[in-house]
């Protein structure tokens, strides 16, 4: 059954590029990227009635006899509303008009002049869009080499930089261009009431630096085939695959648990990486395919899935090149909620916008390399994003994080704008756990007013805002002591005083692990069939999608 359903969903997501020549027409929506073929979005300007025989909407009998006619003449299969209001807030959901806002399903190839700007002139559709698709905006590179003897939390160069790792641009890394990590664990690890959702790829939580830290949804019964906490998700019991349609949210892409592992691998735990909150819980929304696809429905309902279910963080390190009014009504129905967005600026190295990144209300995060820089190029090429919508950058280059393939894996590291936003993610959740009166307004200007600015190249980053590196580097010690300037101090004091006694002590600590690391890493490889073994028979293994 899953593998004729994905096969129906590979069809479905055969995607094709258009490319709309310069000055073609004053009204025409321009389409110069990937969206998918076969369905489009909807928003009607009454409610479409609901057949109460078959529980959807039957394309031919809308009520509405020019939109009946339309559906007839393109061969609308099936209509579906995109938010159903579930366990949501009513009053938003009224506001925004969530509940006209359909997908429709067609048969037939078509182009937005075809059947897009017909529907936008029938007198019951608000407007039509194409279903858009983008992507996460991290790569993966396997080093194996570079890093593969030292211990992984020294990996971590954006934790506690020591220069040791060169950008990819060339030059020297920089000592201290790091997110000042260290100082602020001694002020904030992570609230366990928080939830903190990662619309991504989904997660493997297989690794001892993630198991047991993604959100359980405790109002459903597992797999009893009934929606027990009437969310409009049966069986979410550990989140859901938005990309797939059911409630297994693995990850067959690794992305989602790189990003995962950034945010909130545990710490101190003796094993891998250190996240920035190994506290908080973290919800799987898997709202990206095995080939690293998002389709922007899938974008738009797992926003409104996270917020409904008590996320207050939400990490979307994805983007695609098209804006959408589907896309941005989920963003404003989670801003009017009082989530936090943070969106990848994307890894082009140009100065367009990019989605969900430029829609007003998400935090947007630029990436900077081991010196401090923007990133001009990643491990595997690309650069960091820049516009008028940046708010700030964050390391983003050479990211070590759990494997989603293999979780005694250490060497593979991701890099992109992706990586920089689940720091920022990371560290907005410190600061709500932290205060959990904190509106996310308070948290955007307080990770933006403790931003260290001048901290890369002249030619870009300017005094004060730029559209480089937004307001500077996140600082997480200072954010964390932004409203306790006391404590700010005697941290400080003690770090300076003893600093040259912590630093030693600290990498030869390190260097203790990576011993202890390493002789663990190497058993596992020297008996590689046990290992294997061990996790062919868990039988929580999450189903692998490929
Ligand atoms: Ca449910
Ligand atoms: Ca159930
Ligand atoms: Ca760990
Ligand atoms: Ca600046």
């Known amino acids: 059954m899953k593998i004729i359903l994905q096969t129906f969903i590979f069809t479905c997501l055969t995607v094709f590029l258009i490319f709309v020549p310069r000055d073609s027409g004053t009204n025409e929506i321009k389409i110069s990227s990937l969206f998918v073929k076969n369905k489009f979005f909807v928003k009607t300007t009454v409610d479409l009635g609901i057949s109460e025989a078959t529980g959807s909407i039957l394309p031919l009998n809308t009520g509405m006899k020019s939109l009946d006619i339309l559906n007839n003449k393109y061969g609308i299969t099936k209509i579906e509303r995109v938010f159903n209001l579930n366990n949501g807030d009513p009053v938003i959901y009224n506001k925004l008009e969530m509940s006209r806002i359909y997908v429709f399903h067609t048969e037939n190839f078509y182009t937005y002049n075809d059947i897009l700007s017909v529907y936008e002139d029938n007198e019951f559709i608000d407007f039509a869009e194409p279903v858009y698709i983008g992507s996460a905006a991290g790569r993966e590179e396997l080093s194996g080499n570079y890093f593969p003897d030292d211990t992984y939390f020294k990996m971590q160069w954006y934790l506690d930089n020591t220069g040791s790792i060169a950008p990819s641009s060339g030059g020297a890394g920089k000592s201290g261009e790091d997110i000042n990590m260290l100082k602020a664990w001694e002020v904030e690890e992570g609230n366990e009431d928080l939830i903190i959702a990662i619309l991504d790829s989904g997660i493997d939580d297989r690794s001892k630096d993630l198991k047991g830290r993604i959100w359980v949804n405790k109002k459903e019964i597992p797999n009893n085939g009934i929606d027990d906490d009437r969310n409009g998700y049966t069986d979410d019991y550990k989140g859901w695959d938005f990309a797939y349609d059911d409630n297994s949210a693995g990850d067959g892409f690794g992305h989602g648990t790189n990003i995962a592992s950034v945010i909130g691998a545990y710490r101190n735990n003796g094993f891998g990486f250190a996240g920035i909150n190994s506290k908080s819980i973290l919800m799987n929304c ?74 007003y209300g998400v935090f947007a995060v630029g990436a900077t390399d081991t010196d401090g820089r923007r990133c001009k190029r990643f491990t595997w090429g690309g650069g960091s994003c820049y516009g008028r919508h940046i708010a700030v950058v964050a390391p983003g280059n050479k990211i070590y994080g759990v494997d989603y393939e293999d979780p005694y894996k250490f060497e593979t590291q991701w890099s992109g704008t992706s990586q920089s936003t689940a720091i920022v993610s990371g560290l907005a959740s410190l600061l709500l756990s932290q205060d959990t009166t904190r509106s996310a307004e308070e948290i955007k200007n307080i990770i933006k007013s403790t931003a260290r600015d001048l901290t890369g190249d002249v030619k870009e980053d300017k005094p004060g805002w730029d559209m480089y590196y937004g307001y500077g580097r996140v600082d997480c010690f200072l954010a964390l002591t932004y409203v306790d300037s006391q404590k700010r101090k005697k941290i400080e004091d003690e770090y300076r005083d003893r600093k040259p006694e912590i630093r030693n002590e600290e990498i030869n600590k390190r260097n203790e692990v990576n011993k202890n690391e390493e002789s663990e890493h190497d058993g596992a490889k020297a008996r590689p069939d046990n290992k294997k073994k061990e996790y062919e028979n868990e039988n929580d293994k999450p189903a692998r999608k490929r």
Do not use: C, H
Not at 312 to 335: H, P
């Open 286 to 359: 898997k709202n990206l395919s095995d080939n690293n696809s998002g389709e922007y429905e899938w974008w738009a309902q797992s926003i409104k899935y996270a917020v409904d279910n008590g996320a207050k963080i939400i990490n979307m390190s994805e983007g695609g090149d098209d804006f959408s009014r589907v896309l941005k009504t989920a963003v404003d129905y989670a801003v009017m909620r009082g989530a936090f967005i943070a969106a990848a600026m994307m890894n082009r190295g140009d100065g367009k916008n990019y989605y969900p990144a430029s829609i």
